[in-house]
């Protein structure tokens, strides 16, 4: 607990540091990562951030320690050659997009790890810390790195929010985009610039390992939320700073511990959140509603069933006779029967199932939005009356009154549908 | 030069794992699943700690169960991250592989004390030490290195697999539901194709490192791709390439003393660059920038 609070009240200046540092990191690549996310371009922020580990170890060789500047401008340009290959061998070669970018991906890795050992070997004092460009170690984040991580990270804020139009062109409509004048390839660029260096401030805080999570979750993840495109960008960064700010903490409490892989793991914790519990989009959400949705179907086929005889004139439905009537699906047809009962819908007597005054209305509706339906498709959609069936069969469960109240005024209240059967009203 | 056998069992062990990959990337690049390999080959990693956890010092069975369940776990997570919870296939492998590898390395600093295993390990492998870490029997006889002998099982494996499923891997790689229809169980395959990279993924991590095993996967194949689109053709080519690249990989790493490991993968990389930029489509817009993915 003292831990914490002296972690959270800031008492020291570097982890001040550190948290602004976080902060400013994850907004930054939750930002570009959702918009790639929405480009579908997820896996090329896992390869740019395999790739720049070469540059990182020639910027280390060059400046002979650890200066920020050499290892992000090394990094920046590893990225760039990779991206830059990455797109010539996809439109000069006839490899598919996947194993052109596990390749690159890999290879820029391979030479790097060959680059590391050497310093290794070289047996320069300073090398100590490098490792941690592979997995992370954001407590080590210095005053001097804030300037240059956060102040990267503010430039690719800064971008993405002034041409949010542009880039919002790039990821949903470039063709349109282009149509109306906008320089799309120069857009394109940036958009991959911004996505480098998006990885290169990660690499001292994340790794250049686990760097592409913070690109590719945080959007993934607030998906489920929402359909609109700020709240989604807000959404994200928040995601990715709290899972930011968990990982740091967790590593200032147990030194031995890298950053990366904790910040990778609440952000894995937040999108299982939502893909869990998400109104509307999260699974157990969708579960129950599409279990719903089959109950009703269920028990609205039935209502018209009973209803269809009641018309015809022909001798009441049996339990066993509206078995026969479906099958395969005996089982959800005796838990329609039980709670259209229990809703005062149907009376039982004996096995003969009848429907109340209240079912009859409630199945007149049903019958209606079919029929209703069905006449609509022939007058406005010109389709032939024996093919507006399998369609009204799945609208009827769908129309909300409002739309009948719509379908009634513009077909000027029909008597009869296509099949010339009474369209049924209270 | 003189018969150095060292560098002969180095280049030996380097050859039979490049090829076991290369065989087996071959199959899953013609699937569009080389991402997954890359996957895969990440997220063993928490099966390869637990299983050295519980086999204690000695690296036995357990660390190849291990790893094998988590890679084929890795396939379902990916799947149900698709199909139920309706994510597009780049964010699901980026997410199942970036927790997975984040657990591994969790794991293994938690575990510091109990395993010998470390980050250094994962990451580059151990190829040069093969002819000090030898097996030793029971009895104290020494019948030569360790590693050597798991690469040639799995080499064995994968060649089995490949030459017994050889109609059923190429059916199902290029039609699936055409290999359904004929009754082939494609999910089975492919889940066995699955099961194969993990096996050849904990394999030779020891030797190559876990990442390094991706390179070997991908990208021998692709530059076989890049000049042959016939099956029997590929697989040759993706072999001679194996081999290459390990003898290349061996001397050059003596060279420039760096890890050997690493260099095989960089001299992949030249190969399939080189052969990009012969074999390209239309070397005429060379003029390409970054502008266009």
Redesign the interface.
């Known amino acids: 607990m003292d831990n914490f609070i002296y972690f959270f009240t800031f008492q020291d200046l570097s982890i001040l540091y550190v948290v602004i540092g976080i902060v400013l990191l994850g907004i930054g690549s939750a930002y570009v990562g959702t918009y790639s ?1 929405l480009d ?7 390869a740019i951030s ?1 790739a720049v580990l070469p540059g990182i170890c020639l910027g280390f060789i060059l400046a002979g320690e650890k200066n920020p500047i050499y290892i992000v401008t090394g990094a920046f340009i590893s990225g ?1 050659i990779a ?14 997009e ?6 690159i ?14 310093i290794q ?1 070289g047996g320069n004092p300073e090398m100590a810390g490098l ?1 941690h460009f ?2 992370g170690n954001a407590i080590a984040i210095v005053e001097k790195d804030l300037w240059v991580y956060g102040g990267l990270a503010l430039v690719i804020i800064l971008t993405l929010t002034i041409y949010q139009k542009e880039f919002n062109l790039l990821v949903f409509n470039p063709d349109y985009g282009k149509a109306i004048g906008y320089p799309m ?2 857009i ?2 940036g958009f ?1 610039i911004l996505m480098i260096l998006s990885v290169v401030i990660g690499i001292q805080a994340i790794g250049v ?2 760097m ?2 913070l ?3 945080p ?2 993840a607030a ?1 489920f939320w929402t359909n609109n495109l700020s709240k989604l960008l807000i959404l994200s960064a928040l995601f990715a700073v709290i899972s930011g700010i968990a990982g740091t903490y967790i590593s200032f409490i147990m030194p ?3 950053t ?3 910040v ?2 609440s952000l ?1 914790l937040i ?1 299982l959140i939502s ?1 869990l519990f998400a109104p509307k ?1 999260g ?1 157990i959400s969708r579960f129950f509603s599409r279990n719903k949705y089959l109950k009703k179907t269920h028990k609205e086929h039935l209502l018209k069933a009973l209803y269809k005889n009641q018309e015809l004139h022909e001798p009441p439905l049996t339990i066993e006779k509206i078995y026969e009537l479906y099958p395969y699906q005996i089982k959800e047809i005796k838990d329609s029967i039980d709670e259209l009962f229990k809703n005062g819908l149907i009376l039982k007597n004996q096995s003969i199932i009848s429907l109340t005054d209240f079912g009859i209305s409630e199945a007149k509706r049903v019958v209606r939005l079919h029929r209703l339906w069905e006449t609509y498709l022939t007058e406005y959609m010109n389709i032939a009356p024996d093919h507006v069936h399998d369609s009204a069969e799945k609208l009827e469960h769908i129309i909300t009154p409002e739309l009948e109240a719509q379908l009634e005024r513009r077909l000027n209240y029909p008597q009869l549908d296509p099949h010339q059967e009474n369209i049924p009203r209270d | 030069m003189s018969f150095d056998q060292n560098a002969f069992l180095i280049i030996l062990t380097g050859s039979l794992i490049a090829i076991s990959c290369g065989l087996l990337g071959v199959f899953m690049m013609l699937r569009k699943m080389s991402m997954t390999g890359d996957a895969i080959s990440h997220a063993v990693l928490p099966g390869i700690v637990i299983g050295f956890f519980v086999a204690g010092s000695q690296r036995g069975i357990e660390v190849i169960i291990g790893a094998g369940l988590l890679g084929i776990l890795a396939t379902l997570i990916i799947d149900w991250l698709r199909q139920k919870a309706r994510v597009q296939l780049d964010a699901s492998i980026g997410i199942t592989f970036t927790l997975l590898f984040a657990i591994g390395i969790i794991l293994i600093n938690m575990l510091a004390n109990n395993v010998d295993l470390d980050q250094e390990c994962v990451l580059y492998g151990e190829i040069a030490y093969i002819p000090i870490d030898l097996w030793i029997t029971g009895s104290g006889a020494v019948l030569g290195p360790r590693i050597t002998y798991l690469a040639l099982l799995n080499f064995t494996l994968v060649a089995g697999f490949i030459y017994f499923f050889f109609k059923e891997l190429t059916l199902t790689s290029f039609d699936e539901s055409f290999g359904s229809v004929i009754g082939i169980p494609s999910k089975g395959i492919n889940l066995a194709l699955m099961s194969m990279v993990s096996y050849t993924t904990v394999s030779s991590f020891e030797a190559v490192g876990a990442i390094l095993v991706v390179a070997l996967l991908v990208v021998p194949p692709a530059t076989a791709f890049l000049w042959t689109k016939n099956m029997m053709p590929l697989i040759k080519l993706t072999t001679v390439l194996g081999i290459a690249i390990s003898i290349l990989g061996y001397y050059l790493a003596y060279l420039f003393d760096s890890s050997i490991a690493g260099m095989m993968v960089s001299v992949a990389g030249v190969l399939f660059l080189l052969s990009a930029l012969i074999k390209g489509r239309s070397r005429k817009s060379a003029g390409t920038s970054i502008a266009n993915i």
């Open positions: 996310f579908k371009k997820a896996l090329l922020g896992d395999h760039g991206t830059f290959l990455t797109s010539w061998l996809k439109r000069n070669t006839k490899l598919s996947d194993a052109i970018i596990a390749s991906l890999s290879v820029f890795f391979g030479f790097g790890i060959v680059l590391l050992t050497m070997k490792n592979i997995f390839d120069r394109r660029f991959n390992v686990l592409a999570a690109l590719i979750t959007g993934a998906r031995q511990m890298p990366g892989p904790w990778v793991v894995s999108a893909i989009k699974t």
